[in-house]
């Protein structure tokens, strides 16, 4: 089943709701794809890891940290765009099938009430320090690693901003 046949008016959702669907969308077959973070800036290592996510499986939902718990995460500077903004841009990208913002400094509570099949996250992580990755494989679900391009951040995007550096990122390939 694509996403556009069980897509609404809006996909930014909240957590209730989606639980809703998601339990909806694996009664029909479909696989549900998770990834989360903050998506501040966007740039094209968040894109190649959203097409990724989206290639392993039906739905995609993106869990994005608040604004509060984003500054509680990242310091007193972040975010740089608001909340509802970040949720407005990851909304409208071709992979992003559905966005809900989460409150708490870690996704684990939306990851419990929609149970994505997959979860995704980068290579920054180890297996180990997965948010959620013991609760996805309890229910059978995967827990996938997508190698991150280097020098792709938002962090590392901001210190070339304010250090006024014209190097741009290298490519991993």
């Known amino acids: 089943m694509r996403a556009s046949a069980v897509r609404t008016a809006s996909n930014l959702v909240p957590r209730k709701r989606l639980a809703a669907m998601a339990q909806t ?14 998506f501040d800036i966007i740039h094209s290592g968040h894109v190649e890891l959203l097409t990724k996510a989206k290639s392993w499986g039906d739905i ?3 869990g994005i940290n ?16 608001s909340q509802r903004d970040r949720a407005r841009v ?3 990208l071709k992979p992003v099938d559905f966005v809900c913002i989460f409150p ?6 939306l ?10 996250k980068g290579s920054e992580y180890t297996t180990g320090t997965i948010v959620g990755a013991d609760e996805v494989r309890s229910w059978k679900g995967i827990v996938r690693r997508f190698r991150m391009k280097l020098g792709y951040s ?17 490519h991993s390939r």
């Open 104 to 109: 708490e400094d870690t996704p684990l509570n």
């Open 60 to 62: 995609l939902v993106v």
């Open 154 to 170: 938002t962090s590392a995007i901001e210190r070339r901003i304010l250090g006024g550096s014209k190097s741009t990122p290298r």
């Open 90 to 92: 990851l909304a409208a």
């Open 66 to 81: 608040s604004d509060l718990s984003t500054r509680r995460l990242k310091g007193a500077s972040r975010p740089i765009n």
């Open 25 to 38: 969308w694996r009664g029909k077959g479909c696989r549900v794809v998770f990834t989360n973070g903050v």
């Open 111 to 120: 990851i419990k009430a929609i149970r994505p099949d997959v979860l995704v």
